[in-house]
């Protein structure tokens, strides 16, 4: 039977507030939240461990939040009832769909990531498809970029993605929304100093190609069959000057157009199409 709670000054609801604003918060804890059916759904499908959700009433007289709240209880989720003005006080959202969970960050180091592409299928390897390349996310502050950035890199195919040169928080919950479930099967971990991910990157003989409007090549011109870590930069200041150093190369998208640049997670999804193009699709 799910617990009730009706006061504003419980707990729990003051740390899942806590968890919703304080990066310093998550990162102490290890957790962060999600919100709706869909991302609850898409956690419990991954085998992600939510810690307790907070739901509605008015949630739960829907038909088709049944699933996912049966879901909750037959994998063993806390579950406890919020009255929706109470919910709307802790939720990010500013029209919160009813349903919020705690859910434990799948922690992931650089060493495991950089491990996982250099040990990447060779090309002509029929036994198993190359991974794509790892995605080093440098300095990409908005939420939304890094969010929509993460979804591309889960739905085609590249290794992991690293936030690195103080990049937004991979796991505040604009993030986790824009990335639409992507977060809870992509590999993803947060090393601050791009220097750190250079150095990781030469020593595991991981080429660094780096995304540029004035780039070198064009997508089609870099072997994305190999293992690659594809670096791509905000776009008010570009990839930090360590990576830039440390590259094997740069890549440009052709525009015909007269824009001056992508967006950089549209950026980085046109070339991660291009990767997985190579590879066979």
């Not at 440009?252 to 950089?264: D, F, K, T, V």
């Amino acid at each position: 039977m799910a617990e009730a709670i009706t006061s504003a000054r419980n707990p729990l609801l003051k740390r899942v507030r806590a968890l919703a604003t304080r990066r310093r918060d998550r990162e102490a804890e290890g957790c962060s939240i999600l919100e709706g059916v869909r991302l609850a759904e898409e956690a419990l499908r991954a085998g992600v461990t939510l810690e307790v959700a907070l739901y509605t009433d008015e949630l739960a007289a829907r038909r088709e939040a049944a699933g996912v709240l049966d879901g909750l209880a037959a994998a063993g989720v806390r579950r406890v009832r919020v009255p929706a003005d109470l919910l709307a006080r802790v939720a990010d959202t500013v029209t919160p769909q009813g349903l919020l969970a705690v859910f434990r960050i799948p922690g992931r180091t650089l060493e495991e990531l950089v491990a996982s592409v250099a040990l990447a299928a060779p090309p002509g390897d029929r036994a198993r498809r190359a991974a794509g390349p790892l995605v080093v996310a440098d300095g990409l502050q908005d939420p939304g970029n890094l969010g929509t950035l993460v979804r591309s890199a889960h739905a085609l195919g590249a290794a992991g993605l690293v936030a690195t040169g103080g990049a937004a928080d991979p796991w505040a919950p604009k993030v986790v929304r824009a990335a639409m479930g992507g977060l809870f099967r992509l590999p993803v971990a947060v090393e601050p100093d791009p220097e750190a991910v250079v150095a990781r990157l030469r020593q595991a003989g991981v080429p660094i190609v780096v995304a540029d409007a004035r780039g070198e090549r064009l997508p089609w011109e870099v072997d994305w069959r190999r293992p690659l870590a594809l670096v791509v930069g905000s776009e008010a200041r570009g990839p930090s000057p360590a990576f830039r150093r440390a590259a094997g190369g740069t890549v440009r998208i052709p525009m015909p157009g007269e824009a001056e640049s992508l967006n950089a997670a549209i950026a980085g999804t046109l070339l991660l199409y291009e990767a997985l193009r190579q590879r066979g699709g």
